[in-house]
C-alpha cells in the first residue's frame, strides 16, 4: 500500500499505475490470511487434544478416588492416635 501511495505523489504518472501495487497489497493480505488459517485449524486441534486428555485425567482420578474410597483405612491408624480435626472456614 505505500508503494501505491508514493505512485499517487508523483504528478506524472498514470493514475492506473496504482493497480499493480493494490494487487500487490491484496496478494500480501491473501498470503497472511492463509497463515492465520492454518495456524487457527493447527490451535483448535491441538486444544481439542487437550481437552481429551485433560478428560482422561480427570476420568482416571475419579476411578482412583472411588477404589480409594471403598478401602478400609482403620488398619493405618493406631489405638493411641488420635484422628486429624477438620476445621470448616467460617462464613462472614
Known sequence: M????????NVANNPTA???SVAEALMATA?????AIIGLVSFNGLQNQMRFVVHQMETLRS????RMSGLDHSHALNATETQPVIYA???A
Open 18 to 20: 496504482i493497480t499493480g
Open 2 to 9: 505505500f508503494h501505491a501511495f508514493q505512485i499517487l505523489n
Open 89 to 91: 472456614a467460617k462464613e
Open 31 to 35: 498470503a497472511g490470511l492463509v497463515i
Open 63 to 66: 476411578m482412583l478416588i472411588n
